[in-house]
């Protein structure tokens, strides 16, 4: 099958040229058809970690779906001179298949999160999506990987979901997805927004692009993760440079 979008590279990371209505739709037609597929949400932190790191630039590789999630992509693609057209966040696109996935009576595993997190994020899927199937829920703290995916397996689900932060999530999606074929996508700290135990910027926020200053507002422990952002987008301008 060929590729459903064209993608434009930044810093060797080939992110999808898309709208969210398009992607969204088109995981639908992936889930449905039983097919396997990775979706990574990535931002500026994850093409530095990645350009760092060639063990997960290699897993990168082998994504079906890179997304721009982050502000810093979007600019990135601009100074580039191969413009996106909007974020696609991984927030919003777990929102947008959940809601989806309850209308069609999908199958859905989380893994991830501390405890009692996962267990409010159970109680809230089920209280705004009730015909959404749950088909096996685990927090992040597990040690024997084996064993969580035997589960997986069993659970049969169309759709998995895994907060356990990157690099991680998308390590042992790689090395697990072959055991089902349905939708994989590492998730980060989707479930503790989805929870409440970590609040979204509100849309004026999100709105204007500053949703990385709310949250560093909010949990002044990721300044030195924000660091990241100026390096990251010099790089860019001096590769954007290069090209000229």
């Known amino acids: 099958m060929s590729a459903p979008f064209t993608t434009v590279s930044i810093l060797n990371v080939p992110f999808i040229n898309t709208t969210n209505t398009a992607f969204v739709q088109q995981l639908q037609a992936d889930i449905l058809a039983h097919r ?8 500026p932190e994850i093409l530095m970690y990645a350009r760092e790191h060639p063990e997960y630039q290699e897993v990168l590789q082998q994504a079906d779906y890179i997304t721009p999630d982050g502000i810093g992509v979007i600019q990135g693609a601009q100074i580039l001179g191969t413009p996106l057209p909007e974020r696609i966040t991984g927030y919003d696109t777990l929102l947008s298949l959940l809601t989806w996935g309850a209308e069609h009576q999908q199958r859905v ?12 994020v159970v109680a809230t899927v ?5 015909n959404l199937v749950i088909a096996g829920a685990l927090d992040g703290y597990f040690q024997d990987e084996a064993a969580v995916v035997d589960q997986i397996a069993a659970a049969k689900p169309d759709m998995i979901f895994i907060a356990t932060g990157f690099p991680k999530q998308e390590f042992f999606i790689a090395k697990y997805r072959h055991r089902v074929d349905g939708l994989w996508m590492g998730v980060g700290g989707s479930f503790d927004v989805l929870a409440g135990a970590v609040k979204r910027a509100p849309r004026f926020w999100q709105q204007h692009h500053i949703e990385w200053l709310y949250r560093l507002i909010q949990e002044p422990s990721r300044f030195k993760r924000m660091l990241v952002l100026p ?3 010099h790089l860019v301008k ?6 000229a």
């Open 36 to 43: 396997n597929r990775f979706v990574v949400t990535a931002n």
């Open 238 to 243: 001096k590769i954007a440079k290069h090209q």
């Open 109 to 120: 595993f989380l893994l991830g999160a501390k405890p009692a997190v996962l267990k409010q």
């Open 126 to 130: 089920k209280q705004s999506y009730p």
């Open 231 to 233: 390096r990251y987008l």
